[in-house]
């Protein structure tokens, strides 16, 4: 997928970016090396949902979306309008798409897990093919498997099926 800048403070997560080019390593304190773990854990898929203390600055409507964009589930998405909806104004599709576009922490406030209404991949900060791919991998991980394989590698179906 490529590579993640993860800046923060003493206490607190202030930012996680798609970068190109592997940067310097500053000083690496314990809040980014537990979110580096948890990072870790979620590309293994160990891990659904973060626990760490964010720190990002925003007006009373981004921070309602943050929040309300952390509640999406793993490998599950929301539409732009529902979000708004959430967020008890279904007129602020725009506004929600904007918050989400500021959103300075992705994949751990989940903005990659918002589309459009007809299902299209608009807008991500990390690019549509970080998205696409985000989407793909928690999806993988939670869509029912209808057939498993045998060690001989042949296909068992579900019992009862024909």
């Known amino acids: ?44 898929r160990e891990r659904y949902d973060f626990n760490l203390i964010l720190d990002q600055e925003g007006t009373e409507l981004q921070n309602r979306v943050w929040s309300e964009l952390k509640k999406i589930p793993y490998g599950m998405t929301v539409s732009y309008l529902n979000m708004a909806r959430k967020i008890k104004n279904r007129t602020l599709s725009r506004a929600v798409g904007n918050a989400s576009g500021k959103n300075n922490i992705p994949i751990i406030i989940p903005c990659h897990r918002l589309i459009g209404s007809n299902g299209s991949l608009t807008g991500y900060s990390g690019g549509i093919e970080n998205k696409r791919w985000l989407l793909e991998f928690e999806k993988e991980a939670v869509e029912p498997k209808l057939f498993k394989f045998k060690e001989d590698g042949k296909k068992s179906g579900r019992k009862g099926s024909k």
């Open 1 to 44: 997928m490529g590579l993640l800048a993860i800046t923060a403070n003493e206490t607190a997560i202030t930012g996680l970016h798609f970068v190109e080019n592997k940067e310097e390593k500053e000083k690496i304190n314990g809040v980014i090396k537990d979110c580096l773990k948890q990072l870790m854990e979620y590309f293994n």
